[in-house]
Structures are given as C-alpha cells and as structure tokens.
C-alpha cells in the first residue's frame, strides 16, 4: 500500500510541475499592434522570455514571411538550407530555451530590421 501512495505522489509532483510550467508560459504579439514588419528589430528589448513562451507573428503574407534561422543567418540576412519558413500570415511559435532567430527573408526586408533574436530562459 506504501508503494501505491508513493507512485501517487511523483505522479501528482510530476502532474504539478508540468502545470506550473505551462501556467508560466506567456504569448506576445510581434511587432505589438502593429504587427510583424519594418523595424520590428529592437521589440524584445525589455522583455522578459522563457522557453515554451509562444510568438504570435501577424503579417500580410503576400508581403511577409517569418524563417527560423541560425545565428549566421540572423547576421547576414541569409535563409539557411533546410531553415522553417512560416507564411500563414498568424504564426504561432514555441520558444525553444537559448537563443531564437527569426527573419523576414523577402528581399531586403531583413535588412530593414524585419529580424528579432530572442534569448528564451
């Protein structure tokens, strides 16, 4: 019977910890109201993200996309081979914990600002 209880309670820590983790996670908008687009680089300054936050990225997607890149590919503007490329124009992305790139790879408009790094928690 004292095992019983035993596995009980790991599965109830265990049950309490993923909760806890998920009522932590918290979703921003890219860009605020105004969305994903120009100049959006410097919108994480002064917040605060956590892996399992999710990105919501609203865009024209005749007009934008949203690549997961690598470092080098956030420095120099460049899709990856094999990079995710979004274009639904309502993205939503789990952070992963460490660093997170993103670019819009449509000509020049990365190199416009259309970037965020994000280092999750």
Wanted: glycine share 14%; hydrophobic share 40%.
């Amino acid at each position: 019977m004292g095992l019983g209880r035993g596995s009980a309670m790991v599965l109830l820590l265990c049950f309490f910890v993923l909760y806890s983790e998920m009522a932590h996670a918290a979703t921003y908008t890219v860009g605020g109201a105004g969305g994903w687009t120009f100049n959006t680089v410097g919108w994480p300054n002064g917040k605060r993200f956590r892996a399992g936050d999710t990105l919501v990225f609203n865009y024209n997607p005749s007009a934008h996309n949203v690549v997961l890149v690598n470092k080098a590919g956030y420095d120099g503007c460049k899709t990856p081979r094999g990079a995710k490329v979004y274009r639904s124009g309502k993205d939503q992305i789990r952070l992963a914990r460490g660093q997170n790139y993103f670019i819009c790879n449509f000509v020049g408009h990365c190199e416009s600002g259309m970037k965020i790094f994000i280092n999750a928690a």
